[in-house]
C-alpha cells in the first residue's frame, strides 16, 4: 500500500517510495481488497484469516501467492512486458 514513481528522466531506473495520493487512496483498496480475495481462493490459512477480518501481512499474502503461483500453479502471475517499458515496474518485483 505504497506508491512507486519513476523517474522519466533515468528511463526508469530511479524511482521512489512513497505514500498513496488522498485522490488514489480508494482505488489502491478496493485493488489491494481484490488481490487479498484472489489470494484467499488459492490458500486456506489466508482464508481464514480473511473471513475472521484479521490483518493480512505482506509478507503473508508474497509468500502465499509464491506458493499458489509456483508450487500449486493455481493463479499467474500477469507482470512483465509492457510493464517493463523503460525499466518501470521492474525494480520493487
Known amino acids: 500500500m505504497k506508491s512507486i ?3 522519466d528522466e533515468t528511463i526508469g531506473r530511479e524511482f521512489v517510495v ?3 495520493p488522498p485522490d488514489l487512496q480508494k482505488k489502491a483498496e478496493a485493488f489491494h481488497t481484490q488481490l487479498v480475495e484472489t489470494v484467499a481462493e488459492n490458500d486456506d490459512e489466508i482464508l481464514a484469516q480473511f473471513l475472521e477480518a484479521e490483518a ?3 509478507d503473508e499474502l508474497k509468500a502465499s501467492l509464491r506458493k499458489s503461483t509456483i508450487g500449486a500453479g493455481s493463479c499467474f502471475s500477469g507482470g512483465g512486458g509492457k510493464r517493463a517499458f523503460k525499466n518501470k515496474g521492474i525494480q520493487p518485483c
Do not use: F, L, N
Open 5 to 7: 514513481i519513476w523517474a
Open 18 to 20: 512513497g505514500d498513496i
Open 56 to 58: 493480512i501481512s505482506e
